[in-house]
Nanobody, 117 residues
C-alpha cells in the first residue's frame, strides 16, 4: 500500500521559515514527479512546487525566490524549504507523487501551515 507521510507543518510568524518533508513508501516504481500543493480555506488546491526524477523544478509564481523544493530519489523523499513566509501562505500543504506509466497519482494526508503573528 502506497503511503505519503508529511511532516513539518505548524504555526510560524510572518517572515520566518518552515521546512516540510514527505516520504513515499510502498511504491513499486520511483515517482516520476513529486511535489507540493496547497489549499487555503475557500480556495481550490493549487500547485506550489514540483520536481521530476531528473531534477527539473517548477514553482508557482507566488513562491518563486522564497521556496525551494528538493528530492532524494533513493529515499523517495521530497522537502520544501519555505522562507519569508506571509499570511497568504497559510494553507493545508499536500505532498504529491506521480507515476506516469501507468498514470497514477498519490496524495499525502496534508499538513497545516499557519502564518500569523
Amino acid at each position: 500500500q502506497v503511503q505519503l507521510v508529511e511532516s513539518g507543518g505548524g504555526l510560524v510568524q510572518p517572515g520566518r521559515s518552515l521546512r516540510l518533508s514527505c516520504t513515499a513508501s510502498g511504491m513499486i516504481y520511483s515517482p516520476n514527479r513529486m511535489g507540493w500543493y496547497r489549499q487555503a480555506p475557500g480556495k481550490q488546491r493549487e500547485p506550489v512546487a514540483t520536481i521530476t526524477s531528473g531534477g527539473r523544478t517548477n514553482y508557482a509564481d507566488s513562491v518563486k525566490g522564497r521556496f525551494t523544493i528538493a528530492r532524494d530519489g533513493a529515499k523517495n523523499t521530497v522537502s520544501l524549504q519555505m522562507n519569508s513566509l506571509n499570511s497568504e501562505d497559510t494553507a493545508v500543504y499536500y505532498c504529491n507523487a506521480e507515476v506516469w506509466v501507468p498514470k497514477t497519482t498519490y496524495w499525502g494526508q496534508g499538513t497545516q501551515v499557519t502564518v500569523s503573528s
